[in-house]
Structure formats: C-alpha cells, structure tokens
C-alpha cells in the first residue's frame, strides 16, 4: 500500500519562505512522477507544480513560477516543494500526489492522473 505523508506546513509571513515534504512509503518514488496541489476554502484543488519520474527541471503553475520549486530525493524517499516570497493568496492545504502511469519524462497537471494523495498540510501566509 503506497502512502503519501505531506509535513512541514504552517504559519507565516508574506515574503517568507516554507518548505513542505511528501514521504513516501510502500514504493520507491523514482516509481511516480510526484504532483503538488492545493485547495483553499471555497475553491477547487488546483494545480501548483509537478516533477518527472527522471527528476528533471519541474513544470510550476504559472501562479507560483519564480517562487517555488519541487525537487525530489530518491534516497530518502521524499519530495519537496520549496516555497519562496509567499504571499497570502498562497494560503491553502497543500497536498501531494503520484502518478503510477506518467512515462519517465512525463508530468500531468490533472487531478484524475494521479493514483496517490496524502492527506494535505495547511499553509497560511498572514498580510
């Protein structure tokens, strides 16, 4: 059973930085190709960015490009998603998914591509 544990979310500042981490157990992550979403109150969950099963330069949103990046650590099982200047519109629960199917240098933005979701870790970014 794979099992997606995001942590590292919380409290801060516009213009401060956060990074949030998604273990993973149950299956090497050089398996998945490795999203990250997030949903704020009211809204959809939405795309933030995504990184391949080769670990390549990873696709962002648009809304977050130049302020985040994803990263991954096969060793450790782990992916990151590094947050910088956040701002308030960036408040949400973050959450982290796999893809089973994405071939090696494949991303999706689509949440119906993904097999796998944690259970999500808020971040809240005060004005």
């Known amino acids: 059973q794979v099992q997606l544990v995001e942590s590292g979310g919380g409290l801060v500042q516009t213009g401060d930085s956060l990074r949030v981490s998604c273990a993973v157990s149950?299956?090497?992550?050089?398996?998945?190709?490795m999203g990250w979403f997030r949903q704020a109150p009211g809204n959809e969950r939405e795309f933030v960015g995504a990184?391949?099963?080769?670990?390549?330069?990873?696709w962002l949103a648009d809304s977050v490009k130049g302020r985040f990046t994803i990263s991954r650590d096969n060793a450790k099982n782990t992916v990151y998603l590094q947050m910088n200047n956040l701002k308030p519109e960036d408040t949400a629960v973050y959450y982290c998914?796999?893809?089973?199917?994405?071939?090696?240098?494949?991303?999706?933005?689509?949440?119906?591509?993904?097999?796998?979701w944690g259970q999500g870790t808020q971040v809240t970014v005060s004005s």
């Open positions: 990184i391949s099963r080769s670990g390549g330069r990873p």
């Open positions: 998914a796999a893809d089973a199917d994405a071939t090696y240098y494949s991303t999706s933005t689509m949440t119906s591509h993904y097999d796998y």
């Open positions: 149950g299956r090497t992550v050089s398996w998945y190709c």
